[in-house]
């Protein structure tokens, strides 16, 4: 049921594009409205597809969202001990990160700004292709969208100074 929902949803979604204001200079076809729309829509099926794929394999976020050491043997010439089998295995507890749940925030809030901003620029150069675009406030945008994966390299490049005992 909820499969036919979000199917329903991505198609009312990718045939919006017959609600878009067409003031522009020029009439656009509908093949050029489906060419600018074709981003959104490809992002939405890869969202649909990986979500999909994650739920059928048993995966949470909570799982992808936690630090996972590797295990380092404690001589380097030391073969590595294979372990017993009904006797359980020491680990350490894996913490979950605050700082990777931002970068990840970030990362699909920068996946979906960049998609939109796509589109708006193909459907406005289909519409008045003599008008020029002007990009030079999109740097602002990039370095904003980059602030949030600022946390996440602190506590890796951190991690990676502290001296280990």
Request: avoid cysteine; aromatic fraction near 16%; glycine fraction near 10%.
């Given at each position: 049921m909820k499969r036919k929902i979000l199917l329903i949803i991505v198609f009312s979604i990718?045939?919006?594009?017959?609600?878009?204001d067409t003031s522009g200079d020029k009439d656009i076809s509908t093949a050029q409205t489906w060419i600018s729309f074709l981003p959104v829509i490809f992002f939405l099926l890869i969202l649909m597809i990986t979500t999909f794929k994650l739920k059928n394999d048993h995966i949470k976020l909570s799982d992808l969202l936690t630090e996972k050491d590797p295990v380092i043997p404690a001589a380097v010439g030391a073969p590595?001990?294979?372990?017993?089998?009904?006797?359980?295995?020491?680990?350490?507890?894996s913490s979950q990160s605050v700082s990777r749940f931002i970068a990840f925030l970030t990362g699909l809030v920068a996946l979906s700004i960049g998609i939109c901003i796509?589109?708006?620029?193909?459907?406005?150069?289909f519409s008045n292709p003599t008008a020029k675009i002007d990009f030079s406030n999109l740097t602002?945008?990039?370095?904003?969208?980059?602030?949030?994966?600022?946390?996440?390299?602190?506590?890796?490049?951190?991690?990676?100074?502290?001296?280990?005992?």
């Open positions: 990718s045939t919006s594009y017959l609600f878009a590595a001990v294979a372990p017993v089998p009904g006797v359980p295995v020491a680990t350490s507890p796509t589109t708006f620029y193909m459907y406005s150069y602002n945008v990039i370095w904003g969208l980059g602030i949030g994966v600022l946390p996440y390299g602190f506590n890796k490049a951190s991690a990676a100074l502290k001296p280990t005992s």
